[in-house]
């Protein structure tokens, strides 16, 4: 599967954006999809994600202000995310894997399928 990230921008703190991870396959309602971030020098971040069956995951830190969802008409998986905060400023790349299941969904090794990032920069 081929997945396309886009929706990153510029915004204010307190401002909101959503991102899309597009699928080229009709399937993509059976991959675990998941969303991850990383800064220039740190390791990559687990962000959010959606098991196959609808379950949804979230890091600690974007907790009660991103929602992942998934447009199973679309082969789409979006994230949207509020109360944005200059600490969520990196780059975000989305991530699929028909096998991942819900005990190792956090994390990035698990997923053969990845997206290019899209930039999110929240300026203060």
């Known amino acids: 599967v081929q997945l396309q990230a886009s929706g990153g921008g510029l915004v204010q703190t307190g401002g909101s954006l959503r991102l899309s991870c597009a699928a080229s396959e009709r399937t993509f309602n059976r991959y675990a999809v998941g969303w991850f971030r990383q800064v220039p020098g740190k390791e990559r971040e687990f962000v959010a994600a959606?098991?196959?069956?609808?379950?949804?995951i979230y890091g600690d830190s974007v907790k009660g202000r991103f929602t992942i969802s998934r447009d199973t008409a679309k082969n789409t998986v979006y994230l949207q995310m509020i109360s944005l905060k200059p600490e969520d400023t990196a780059v975000y790349s989305c991530?699929?894997?028909?096998?991942?299941?819900?005990?190792?969904?956090?994390?990035?090794?698990?997923?053969?399928?990845w997206g290019q990032g899209t930039q999110v920069t929240v300026s203060s």
């Open positions: 991530a699929a894997d028909p096998r991942v299941i819900l005990s190792s969904i956090r994390s990035q090794q698990e997923y053969d399928y």
């Open positions: 959606v098991t196959r069956g609808g379950t949804t």
